[in-house]
């Protein structure tokens, strides 16, 4: 009797775990959401140091979200993604809804990577050149004729009055932007930090002139569709802390910032000086300036737009809240 007794405690104990395990289930499936995070470029390059850091220190984890990242055709190329609801979320440049929203794409900045802008103007010293009034008659390379770091060079051109058929532009793709300077056949580039290290670890003497000094573009941006927006900002502020949390992480430490951004990132092994130079690249022109880390500046935005317009660029301007939103930066 007593051995039945004991049998029964024990089976009812056991049916009581499980049914608590079977409660509990839901709640942990419904704490790891799967969400692609389409980039504009390769995920190993330096430039998205703030995402892979993320979720190397587990800070999408935290969330309770499972990050794939997956690459697209340019930052152009995300935001249409995006828009059509083939991925929740993806990366650009600040400025990118002000060029597909002209042409319909329904998707916003909901934060930007920094107060400053991503594209800087590099030349080689030998050259002379101080300011983008000495690129007249220059050979410059660019990565495309469509991408936002060549809108932010035609835009320091414009503030020495000077266009495009002033200098010799070479669009010459991610590598062979840096790579034709390097080679010396370029006298300069338009260039972000990454290729601003890779010039410097090839020993070139340069001379870096910011673009915020001339005219002021944007650093990069993560971009939401109006409908997830709508209908799952949960989600979204998720993502939008978690990256911010990764970008935070290199301003205030780029060193060891550097060392888990390398253990995570296999292309770069036993490259954590070099890492954390590009880092304190980010951290000296284009991540700072924010009040609030995140922030998308509303009259740097009007001023991108309008001259936008005036350069063809995009046929009409868009109204301005419907380019960007800071409700998930605190």
């Known amino acids: 009797m007593f051995r039945r007794r004991h049998l029964l405690k024990t089976v009812a104990a056991a049916t009581a775990m499980a049914t608590l395990a079977w409660a509990a289930a839901p709640e942990r499936a419904a704490a790891a959401d799967d969400v692609t995070y389409l980039l504009p470029a390769p995920a190993f390059l ?24 997956q690459s697209a055709k340019g930052g152009v190329d995300v935001a249409k993604q995006v828009g059509a609801g083939n991925a929740v979320v993806g990366g650009a440049i600040g400025d990118t809804p002000i060029i597909v929203r002209a042409n319909g794409i329904p998707v916003k900045a909901v934060a930007v990577l920094g107060g400053k802008s991503l594209m800087q103007l590099v ?49 010459a793709g991610p590598a062979g932007t840096w790579k034709l300077f390097i080679a010396g056949e370029a006298d300069a580039m338009a260039a972000v930090p990454d290729w601003i290290g890779i010039a410097m670890g090839a020993g070139k003497k340069l001379t870096i002139i910011p673009a915020d000094d001339h005219f002021r573009s944007m650093a990069q941006a993560i971009l939401a569709s109006d409908d997830t927006i709508k209908n799952n900002p949960e989600l979204v ?3 939008v802390r978690a990256t911010l949390r990764g970008m935070k992480d290199i301003m205030a430490d780029p060193a060891a910032a550097a060392k888990d951004y390398v253990a ?27 009040k609030t880390v995140g922030e998308m500046d509303e009259g740097r935005l009007n ?25 998930f930066v605190n």
């Open 123 to 171: 030349a080689h010293q030998s050259t002379g050149i101080k300011g983008p009034g000495d690129l007249k008659g220059k050979t410059v390379t660019t990565m495309s004729y469509q991408d936002t770091t060549y809108y932010a060079l035609l835009g320091m051109l414009a503030s020495a009055g000077l266009s495009k058929n002033d200098v010799n532009a070479q669009a």
């Open 303 to 327: 001023e991108l737009q309008a001259f936008y317009v005036k350069q063809g660029i995009v046929r009409r301007a868009t109204p301005l809240d419907d380019l960007y939103t800071n409700q």
């Open 46 to 69: 330096p430039a998205f140091g703030p995402w892979m850091l993320a979720k190397a220190r587990g800070y999408y984890a935290d969330e309770g979200l499972n990050v794939t990242f």
């Open 237 to 239: 502020g998720k993502l």
């Open 264 to 290: 995570a990132v296999p292309q770069h092994k036993g490259k954590e000086k070099a890492m954390e130079g590009v880092f304190r690249l980010y951290n000296k022109y284009v991540y700072p300036g924010q």
